[in-house]
């Protein structure tokens, strides 16, 4: 993005929306997919990831809620970033309220107003359009990103990202 006329639109995605069951971190399907890929190309980028230990793994539907919270009060982005890092490096259970009001907190948002939001799902309904929205489009997988009209699933390599920016430029 550095040098680049881009914008960042987060959208709310889940992979295992409930009822599903989510996957176990001490699982082989996680274990053998963290240590193919994930790890080697977070080695290759300079970046600190971890497989969070939370077993088995949160739903997410409450973090994405917070996320309508921080969006509307413009600190979605930050607050995304927070999120992710204290599941990814830090292993916190981003599926407790209480944590993702502490983490609100960090970020600047008012805590209580965050936890009295999510307790109340004042946001359920704007993210359960959000997800049939995602869903309606066709979304499996994450990443996605969406680029001049162009939607990309899944781990993109850096020259395809940077050519579908110029071309939509």
């Known amino acids: 993005m550095a ?3 881009v914008d960042i639109e987060w959208r709310p995605f889940e992979l295992r929306p409930e009822p599903q069951p989510t996957l176990r971190p001490d699982g082989d399907y996680l274990q053998q997919a963290w240590a193919r890929s994930v790890y080697p190309l977070a080695q290759r980028l300079g970046i600190e990831i971890h497989l969070p230990p939370v077993t088995p793994q949160p739903h997410t539907h409450l973090a994405w809620e917070g996320f309508q919270f921080a ?3 413009g600190a979605g982005t930050a607050y995304n970033h927070r999120v992710l890092e204290a599941f990814f490096r830090n292993g916190l259970d981003i599926g407790d309220p209480a944590v993702l009001s ?3 907190a960090d970020v600047g948002l008012d805590p209580t107003g965050f936890r ?3 307790d ?3 946001y359920w309904e704007a993210h359960q359009a959000a997800l049939r929205e995602a869903y309606g489009r066709g979304l499996t997988g994450v990443p996605a990103f969406e680029i001049g009209g162009r939607l990309l699933v899944g781990l993109q390599p ?3 990202l940077e050519a579908a920016i110029a071309a939509a430029a």
């Open 71 to 73: 969006r509307e009060r």
């Open 120 to 122: 109340g799902r004042q």
């Open 3 to 5: 040098g680049k006329d």
């Open 102 to 104: 502490r983490l609100a």
């Open 116 to 118: 009295e939001a999510l």
């Open 158 to 160: 850096r020259d395809r």
